[in-house]
């Protein structure tokens, strides 16, 4: 492990990467960044740098000698520390992005790629990662109990994972409580400038968060359509009451 000369406080970033030149380059131009790195070459040894010390992003490629990426993601989420994760793969089909954004991934990032627009994108994961663990660590939404550092929504006392995406709009949302927010500034602030989803994108995200904490999610009380804007996330006050536009059926609200 390195640490770097420059000015910039660094972030830890774990690069998880087999082939040695590739590793080694990414390694000394990420310190030359201002990040501090450690490389590992094999699951088993990222689980052991892992064990040996907190880091708030890995850099994950998904062919290893030993294993996958994937194995160690699901490593990292079995600990709860809110590690941000971007893969790194020449693997660009679909099934391989879907899988690795699936366990938690801020990004998923394919070889070859141009440098600083990964920098960017690790730059982009680490604001995202210390959003959500800003703040109080938990609240009652509807049905679920979520824990924003453990990524998981407790509900009739069983855990339900939540993505690192999805507990980002949610503490964006929670913030904002009450308030009606545009699908424009839920773009900005839960999605970085390098991404490109569009409003059905959100949509989604907000049905299946619906799913988890709606008594019906076909009639929403908590997460609120507010038609042509964007959504509303109504929480009681201290008396009990609430404010807001009425709750309605989200599949008849339109989109901006």
Do not use: C
Request: no cysteine; net charge negative; glycine share 8%.
């Amino acid at each position: 492990m390195v640490n770097s000369p420059s000015l910039r406080t660094p972030a830890r970033l774990l690069v998880v990467e087999d082939e040695k030149n590739v590793g080694a380059t990414l390694v000394e131009r990420l310190i030359r960044e201002g990040f501090e790195v450690t490389l590992a070459t094999t699951v088993e040894a990222a689980k052991l740098e892992i064990s040996r010390r907190k880091f708030d992003l890995a850099l994950l490629d998904i062919g290893l000698p030993d294993g996958s990426g994937f194995d160690v993601a699901v490593y990292l989420k079995s600990l709860s520390r809110g590690t941000a994760m971007i893969f790194l793969s020449a693997y660009g089909d679909p099934e391989h992005r879907v899988q690795g954004l699936e366990l938690g991934a801020e990004d998923y990032v394919v070889k070859p790629f141009h440098f600083k627009e990964l920098v960017l994108r690790i730059d982009n994961g680490l604001k995202r990662a210390k959003y959500i663990q800003a703040g109080s660590d938990t609240v009652q939404l509807g049905r679920a109990l979520i824990h924003f550092s453990k990524y998981e929504a407790i509900i009739e006392g069983k855990p339900q994972e939540l993505t690192h995406r999805e507990v980002a709009l949610l503490r964006f949302l929670v913030e904002r409580k009450n308030a009606v927010v545009s699908r424009d500034e839920i773009l900005d602030q839960v999605w970085s400038e390098n991404e490109f989803p569009t409003s059905r994108t959100i949509d989604n995200f907000i049905m299946r968060l619906r799913r988890f904490i709606e008594l019906d999610p076909e009639k929403p009380e908590i997460i609120r359509s507010v038609r042509g804007v964007g959504y509303q996330l109504v929480l009681p006050d201290s008396h009990g009451e609430t404010s807001g536009v009425p709750p309605g059926n989200p599949d008849k609200e339109t989109s901006s």
